[in-house]
């Protein structure tokens, strides 16, 4: 069973940082590419960031420069460091993969940045 588990979220001040972490477990993460994917409130949910099996990293231009996506396949996790957030980084986020022909999200992480 896949199961993908958000931590992390919480409120903080804009211009703080946030690390995000999902813990993942039920297939081979080590062969998985993985994602984070934000929904604010009345938004569809957009890709954030995502890391492939090999490292490569792909970013949404409105985070580029600002989050790190990076993986530990020793720990089956995925991290989204944020930095220098802003208001409109305001979103439930959820982590994401593609593992045995079904497209698996975890439950989501709040983070409310204020100004």
């Known amino acids: 069973q896949v199961q993908l588990v958000e931590s992390g979220g919480g409120s903080v001040q804009a211009g703080g940082s946030l690390r995000l972490s999902c813990a993942a477990s039920?297939?081979?993460?080590?062969?998985?590419?993985m994602a984070w994917y934000r929904q604010a409130p009345g938004k569809q949910r957009d890709l954030v960031a995502d890391i492939s099996s090999g490292g490569s990293t792909n970013y949404a231009g409105s985070v580029k420069g600002r989050f790190t996506i990076s993986r530990d396949n020793a720990k089956n996790t995925v991290y989204l460091q944020m930095n220098s957030l802003k208001p409109e980084d305001t979103a439930v986020y959820y982590c994401?993969?593609?593992?045995?022909?079904?497209?698996?999200w975890g439950k989501g992480t709040l983070v409310t940045v204020s100004s």
């Open positions: 039920g297939f081979i993460f080590s062969f998985n590419a």
């Open positions: 994401n993969t593609f593992a045995y022909g079904i497209t698996y």
